[in-house]
Structures are given as structure tokens and as C-alpha cells.
């Protein structure tokens, strides 16, 4: 039997991905008005380049860079703007945004394709990542082009794609690598040549066996590609882990992964760098996995950047009886949403509806009675028992003693604990009273 | 809103939005129904009256903590079997003569002083139980030492009395301990079963080590602090505690008699009162041996299981802040 990488702790949740994980990506209806927030990504908002009343085709830019850590913004369907103001936001941010009505032609904008992308430079391949506004898509959402831009004094050998896919429910990356994985893998060779790189990883948790199957006979031909089987545990695709499984190399504590010289890349996001490189497409549509009991008919679905989620959950037959959460991304580190009128943005993973039986529904939460559960499973070898007291009770500093700062909030503790104590509500709050 | 079936608001909560299905109460209850058997065993030996005292500690500890929870204005949480727990715990910690005021001043104690004014499950520092029984034991020291014969029938108040298998040992020697049950091989039979002298759930190994085995299998206990308990013992035992000299001493007889089954997989592991860390937990059980040991061989006591996890719970926070979870990229972050 061949060993499967992994990492230390970690927790087994229930994945449930057979909601979704069977059902091809289907394009969703062409939206009669969307949404689109100027900032989707980490860094500064985007300079918005149109005003109300302005027409716009699909792929023009309406919003531009504003600093190095930034990202351009371009309008999914061509039409009219007729808003812009502060809308809501999955992560709960008000975020000025641009409303454009459709005009029903989908007229695009001319793209530059490039047959010949693998004789690019590395500066141009960056250039056109950057001017396609693509960003980590696996829900964090940091300018692709900046972190393919390391500084000098730390040289990177080593690109590795994250197909872990370790969210529960989640299905997109999985139907990306079954359905498109040729292209995937040409946007692996891309950032590789960005940044100059000659050895690259997919790591795939092993309850995929399809993708698994369809990565490695579509890197059959490419030596410096190496698919790898990860085990069925969250959280197996949050980067620090990814890269200990594969790699076996720690990021050090406060680090990046850059530190130890490996870039992470989500499979959306390569994606991506493929279709912009070769076809000058910039990032204007995603695979988002619309599932849960909650979703009368689930599904993985191509959905226009500033959709709202109330239109792409009709598409899939609308809220099921017992509907009572609305989630942006996975079940351990998705946002709950207060309204359906929230626009899928660059980093919408998944929509996730939780029925009252799916979802653990008591908010009431006792003591730590220091079971110890969350020491033996923190990923980051952490004591969330000690850091939750700590904040409970405000001592903020004494937690920073305790690398709150390294706890970058998967969720695992809170899964864990039998006190059903709000784990990562305390590690933010303490987060949010001390400086790192 | 755009979709039907907008009954009423959403839920927003902070991530995850899922659980397992672990929780205090199925922990503590769960611990409740692994003592079932050693329960059992203390009926069969010591009688209707063993059920009788373990019922009182019971009542009165799920009472008490009702009671002070309501007065204090707390939130009520009996229902999570902690007290339960404590109760039962406590009484089989007494022997089966005590009069009825023992069960409940000692769960009062338990429950009410070790407990809830410390601040309530997770917040006190000393097992309750294990309080509960200092307190009497100190108290009434005769009443708490007077150990009937188990004889698997009803016996009255005035049965006969006698020393527990650690008293003699004590008292008299080994010699004298092998005597009383005819031969060695008599001395493990009596201790497995518990057909032995002593308090009510600690006597059958056997019993306690099938409540263990569940606990194990639930994964509500881990090896560490069990293991390093029970090996510090056995190897105090083995090197110190022959009459001949050093290396003598008889393991088997001191890991299966006394208290030390009971206290070192049902009490030692209390989540509250021992360190989080594994590593901690190693330390933990080893204190409570050397502990143990000392007292059993050297100290006024013939057991001292009891006051060594008591002594060592003053020890789990100090343990807890001085041992070093196994930080993620820790090694390399020294190195800058």
C-alpha cells in the first residue's frame, strides 16, 4: 500500500460531498443585473473607471488597480451601470460596488489570445494575470500576480496546486480537475514558468480517485509534475498543511509559504491563469458548488462574477424546506449570510444551505471543561483550550503569548469541542484587542 | 428577496457552521454508564447497602448542585451528569458501613465546596469527589475505615469487619496477606473479582478495567495518564516495596489492589482537574504514582491513591503552563 501524504492532528468531519460532487458544471443563466463589489480580493479596493449610465461589454475593466496589493475588476455581462454605491458583501463588509442591467446581448470585448503562451516571459505572463484581476480562488482571494512575485531573498523552488478540496460539501475544484484537466494542468506550467520554477505538485485528498485518475494521465506527459493522493482530513488543503504533506517542509510560525520557498495555487485559480494567458479571458466567472439539504437540486454551477445568490439558488430550485443558514464557502470557514442578496464574487467557493438537522443548532455553550480535544487536533499544534479562556476573559496579551497569531481559524477546535464553545468567535476577538 | 420559502430570518452565526455530535453531558454520561459494572460488582458483594449509599451520594449531589445553582442564579446544569458523576463516584469511594450522614455531608462537600464556588464544572481545581472523601476520611476516620467482608449476600450493619488486602499488607506483611487468601494465585483471584475488603467500586479489577475499556473506546481517555499512573506504581512496587531488599516487592498485588484502578481511570483522567497537554499528562500520572507509593510504603496511610491525584491536581496548571504544546513551525522559528 502506498503511503498518502498528510499532516499532523486534524479532524474527520463528515464531508457530504455527494450532494454535488456527481453533477457536471453547468453555465448558469446569463443574470439580468449584477453586482460587483471593487474589492473582491486582499489589498486595496479598485479605482472604479465608469460612471452611472455608462455602457459596458463583458471583460471591460471597471475597476483598476490602486496599489501594488490590488486587483482590477471587470463587468461579467455587457450592459448598463445604473448603480454604484455600498452593497453587501459575503463577508459581511458594506463594499462599493458597480450594478450593471443587463442589455441581453452578452456583447464582449475583444481578448488577445496567445497560441504560442508557453514562449511568454515571466514579466508578461505576470502582467496578464495581473490585468485579468485573478486572485486566489479558493476563498482568501490575494492578487495571483503579487504572489507570483516574491521578493528576491526568497527564491522559490517548488508550485504546488491545491486539489485537497478539504471543506466539506465543496465540490468545484473536484469538478474542475475531472472535467478540465488539461487546462488546469497548462495553468500549473504557466505559473511555474512565472516564476521560474521546475518542479510542481497537485496534492489531492484521496476520496477523489476520478481527479486524482484525470490529473495524472493529463501530467502523464509533463516529468516536472508530480500528482499526489493526500488523506481524507481537514484541514488538508489550508496551505501551511499542504506543504508539510507534500513537501514535508514547515512554514515557520508567523511565515509564508514563500519562507520555505513553495507557492500554493488553488485549481480554480490555475484555471484561470490559463484561460487569461492563452485566451486574454480576464476572471469574470467561477465554479461555485451550490449545495447542502437545504438546495432543492444541487449543483456545481459556471457562474457570472456579481450574480446574486438569490438568482444562482433559484437556478438550483430554490431554498428546500428547513432552510435556516445561507453559507458563502464550506461549512468550517464559510460566512453565514443575513440575506440572499449577496453577489458571488471571485472568491465564492461554494453557496451552502444547512436545514435545521444539518446544522448544530444550539448557540448556548458552557465552561471549557479542558477535555483537551481541541490540543490533540489544532493543525497548528496550538492550545485553543487555554487561548478561548484567555479571551473569554479578556487577559488578550497572555493569549499572544500563546501564538494566537498563528491560529488561522479553520475551525477544527470549535468542530471538536463537546462544550460547543465559539472557538474562533474568541481567537478573532482576542485577535482584534492586540496587535501581532 | 427574490426566493421563496423566506419564511423566516436566516441564521447567522460565526464558522464552523457544523458540529460533531460530542457533548459534556453524552461525555459524562457515557463515563457514568462505563462504572455500571463496578457498580455492579459492589451490590453483589457488599449488598442491597452498597446501592443504598451510592443512591444517597447520587441524590445529594444532583440535589445540592440543583439547589445552589438556583440560589446563586446560575444556569441549572445537572442535567449534564457531571454531579451525577460525582455522586457515584463518591460512593464508591465509601465503604459499604457508613451511616446515611456520611453520603450526604460528603457529597455536600464534593459538590457544593469543591464545585460549584469554585465556579462550577471546569473551574474547580480539586476532583469533587475525591475532596468529598478527604473530607470524611479525615473527619470520621473510623467510621471511613471500617471495611465489611464482602460476602455476596445481604449484611447488616454489624457484619463482620476486617482489613483491606493493602491494611494487611501494611500491617502485617505479605506473608500474613497471602495466608487470609491461601495462596498467591488466591490473593490476584480475590483482587480481580473484588472479593476483597475495601471501598465499594474499587475492589473488582475487572469490573473497572470493562468500564475503562469503554472509556477507551470512546476515546474519552487516552493511555497517558492510565499508563504512567499504573507504571509508576507497579515500578515503586517492584523496587521498593519487598521486605527483602530492593527489587522484591510484589507489582501485581499493589496495581490491582486499593483504589488505584478506580482513581487512575476514572479519576486521575477528570478532564478538569488534569493537565490538557499529553505531555503534561505523563508528568501527571507519574506524580500520582510516586505519590501513591509513598504514602502506601512509607506514610501513615496503607493507601494513598486518593491524596496523591488531590496533590497532583494542585500540580495540573502549573503542569499545563510549563509544557509546550507541539507548535507548528516552531523548530524553525528558534533558528532565526
Known amino acids: 500500500m502506498s503511503k498518502v501524504a498528510t499532516f499532523e492532528r486534524g479532524i474527520h468531519p463528515k464531508y457530504n460531498k455527494e450532494f454535488s460532487s456527481g453533477k457536471p458544471v453547468t453555465p448558469a443563466k446569463l443574470p439580468q443585473r449584477i453586482v460587483v463589489p471593487l474589492s473582491q480580493h486582499i489589498g486595496a479596493p479598485a479605482k472604479c473607471e465608469v460612471k452611472i449610465g455608462d455602457e459596458v461589454k463583458r471583460g471591460q475593466v471597471i475597476g483598476s488597480p490602486s496599489g501594488f496589493v490590488s486587483s482590477p475588476v471587470h463587468a461579467s455581462i455587457s450592459g448598463k451601470v445604473i448603480a454604484i454605491a455600498d452593497f453587501p458583501t459575503a463577508a459581511g463588509r458594506m463594499v462599493n460596488s458597480v450594478v450593471i442591467e443587463s442589455d441581453g446581448k452578452d456583447e464582449a470585448v475583444v481578448f488577445k489570445e496567445n497560441p504560442d503562451y508557453m514562449n511568454l516571459g515571466a514579466d508578461e505572463i505576470r502582467t496578464m494575470i495581473k490585468d485579468a484581476g485573478i486572485v486566489g480562488m479558493g476563498g482568501a482571494a490575494f492578487p495571483t500576480n503579487v504572489k507570483l512575485s516574491p521578493p528576491k531573498e526568497k527564491p522559490i523552488d517548488t508550485v504546488i496546486l491545491n486539489g485537497a478540496e478539504c471543506e466539506p460539501y465543496l465540490t468545484a475544484d473536484h469538478r474542475l480537475m475531472d472535467e478540465r484537466p488539461r487546462e488546469v494542468i497548462e495553468g500549473l506550467k504557466i505559473i511555474m514558468k512565472a516564476l521560474g520554477v521546475k518542479e510542481g505538485h497537485v496534492g489531492i485528498e484521496e476520496n477523489k480517485p476520478d481527479a486524482i485518475k484525470a490529473m495524472q494521465s493529463a501530467a502523464s506527459g509533463e516529468p516536472n509534475i508530480k500528482i499526489h493522493a493526500l488523506e481524507i482530513k481537514y484541514p488538508q488543503g489550508a496551505e501551511k498543511m499542504l506543504i508539510k504533506a507534500i513537501k514535508g517542509r514547515e512554514v515557520p510560525s508567523k511565515g509564508l509559504p514563500m519562507d520555505v520557498s513553495v507557492v500554493v495555487q488553488n485549481i480554480g485559480t490555475a484555471l484561470a491563469v490559463y484561460e487569461a494567458v492563452r485566451y486574454g479571458k480576464p476572471l469574470i466567472e467561477r465554479v461555485v458548488t451550490v449545495t447542502g439539504k437545504g438546495i432543492r437540486e444541487p449543483k456545481n454551477m459556471l457562474v457570472r462574477v456579481g450574480t446574486l445568490m438569490s438568482d444562482v439558488i433559484e437556478q438550483c430550485g430554490g431554498l428546500a424546506d428547513g432552510a435556516v443558514k445561507v453559507i458563502s464557502g464550506g461549512p468550517m470557514m464559510g460566512f453565514a449570510q443575513w440575506t440572499l442578496d449577496i453577489p458571488v464574487t471571485k472568491g465564492t467557493s461554494g453557496i451552502l444551505v444547512l436545514t435545521e438537522d444539518e446544522y448544530a443548532a444550539s448557540d448556548e455553550y458552557f465552561s471549557c471543561i479542558r477535555c483537551g480535544r481541541c490540543v490533540d487536533i489544532c493543525p497548528m499544534g496550538l492550545n485553543p483550550s487555554m487561548l478561548s479562556i484567555l479571551a473569554e476573559k479578556g487577559f488578550y496579551e497572555e493569549a499572544k503569548e500563546y501564538s494566537l497569531f498563528d491560529c488561522f481559524e479553520c475551525g477544527s477546535c470549535a468542530y471538536v469541542c463537546p462544550a460547543k464553545r465559539p472557538m474562533v468567535q474568541f481567537m478573532r476577538l482576542a485577535k482584534s484587542q492586540v496587535k501581532p | ?336
Not at chain 2, 501494611?170 to 475495601?198: C, M, N, P, R
Not at chain 2, 472509556?215 to 509508576?232: A, V
Not at chain 2, 486521575?268 to 493537565?275: E, I, L, R
Request: hydrophobic share 50%; glycine share 10%; charged share 15%.
Open chain 2, 1 to 336: 428577496m427574490s426566493t421563496e420559502a423566506k419564511t423566516r430570518p436566516l441564521i447567522v452565526s460565526v464558522s464552523p457552521h457544523v458540529r460533531d455530535d460530542e457533548s459534556v453531558a453524552k461525555i459524562m454520561w457515557t463515563v457514568n454508564f462505563a462504572l455500571l459494572p463496578a457498580f455492579i460488582m459492589a451490590v453483589y458483594y457488599f449488598g442491597p447497602r452498597a446501592a443504598y449509599v451510592t443512591a444517597l451520594c447520587i441524590a445529594t449531589s444532583v440535589l445540592s448542585e440543583y439547589l445552589f445553582q438556583r440560589w446563586l442564579k446560575k444556569k441549572i446544569t445537572v442535567n449534564d451528569g457531571s454531579a451525577f458523576l460525582t455522586g457515584l463516584l463518591l460512593g464508591l469511594n465509601l465503604p459499604s458501613g457508613v451511616p446515611f450522614y456520611i453520603p450526604l455531608v460528603g457529597s455536600f462537600v464534593a459538590i457544593v465546596i469543591t464545585k460549584t464556588l469554585f465556579g462550577g464544572l471546569g473551574y474547580n481545581i480539586f476532583n469533587p469527589a475525591l475532596i468529598g472523601r478527604a473530607f470524611l476520611l479525615l473527619t470520621w476516620p473510623k467510621l471511613m475505615t471500617k471495611w465489611i467482608e464482602p460476602t455476596a449476600q445481604f449484611v447488616g450493619l454489624d457484619a463482620k469487619t476486617t482489613a483491606t488486602p493493602l491494611g494487611i499488607l501494611k500491617e502485617e506483611g505479605l506473608s500474613k496477606l497471602i495466608e487470609h487468601f491461601g495462596d498467591k494465585a488466591g490473593v490476584y483471584k480475590s483482587l480481580l473479582f473484588g472479593s476483597t475488603a475495601g471501598s465499594l467500586g474499587e475492589t473488582s479489577a475487572i469490573a473497572l478495567l470493562i468500564g475503562a475499556g469503554i472509556l477507551f473506546y470512546k476515546r474519552y481517555i487516552t493511555w497517558h495518564i492510565p499508563l504512567s499512573f499504573l507504571g509508576t506504581v507497579a515500578l515503586a512496587a517492584w523496587i521498593f516495596g519487598g521486605k527483602e531488599g530492593l527489587l522484591t516487592g510484589d507489582p501485581i498485588i499493589h496495581v490491582l489492589s486499593g483504589g488505584l484502578m478506580l482513581g487512575a481511570f476514572f479519576m486521575a483522567t477528570d478532564y478538569v482537574t488534569c493537565p490538557t497537554i499529553k505531555k503534561g499528562q505523563i508528568i501527571f500520572g507519574i506524580g500520582c504514582g510516586a505519590i501513591t507509593m509513598l504514602i502506601r510504603l512509607k506514610g501513615g496511610f496503607p493507601e494513598g491513591v486518593m491524596f496523591a491525584i488531590l496533590l497532583m491536581n494542585c500540580f495540573a496548571p502549573l503542569i499545563d503552563r510549563n509544557v509546550k504544546t507541539d507548535m507548528f513551525g516552531a523548530i524553525k522559528e528558534k533558528k532565526k
